[in-house]
Nanobody
Framework: VQLQAFGGGLVQAGGSLRLSCAAS????????TGWFRQAPGKEREFVAH????????YYADSVKGRFTISRDNAKNTVYLQMNSLKPEDTAVYYC?????????????????????WGQGTLVTVSS
């Protein structure tokens, strides 16, 4: 499966953006998907994860209550709705996927568990 992330941009603090992760391949509905981000000079970190069916989600504590991950398997797309953005949310955001239905929270937060990665999309939040 090939992934393409888009939707990043420049937004003021308190604003919103919606990122999309579009996937090729007819089997995307059997893949779990995650969003990660990497700020300049920092490690890539987990943001959110969604199961293949969309029923189970996990979030990093830093985004819980502000970000929502969802998916539309008919469109082969996973979304990350980001509200109440803060300057510390500034980063390149990556989507990642791997075959599977339901993962534990620990697995969902582990970068090396995901075999497929898209290119990043830059989100810049100004203060």
């Amino acid at each position: 499966v090939q992934l393409q992330a888009f939707g990043g941009g420049l937004v003021q603090a308190g604003g919103s953006l919606r990122l999309s992760c579009a996937a090729s391949g007819r089997t995307f509905s059997s893949y779990v998907t995650g969003w990660f981000r990497q700020a300049p000079g920092k490690e890539r970190e987990f943001v959110a994860h969604i199961s293949s069916s969309g029923v189970i989600t996990y979030y990093a504590d830093s985004v819980k209550g502000r970000f929502t991950i969802s998916r539309d398997n008919a469109k082969n797309t996973v979304y990350l709705q980001m509200n109440s953005l803060k300057p510390e949310d500034t980063a390149v955001y990556y989507c990642a996927a791997d075959p599977g239905g339901v993962w534990t929270g620990s697995s969902a937060r582990t970068k090396s568990r995901y075999g497929y990665w898209g290119q990043g999309t830059l989100v810049t939040v100004s203060s």
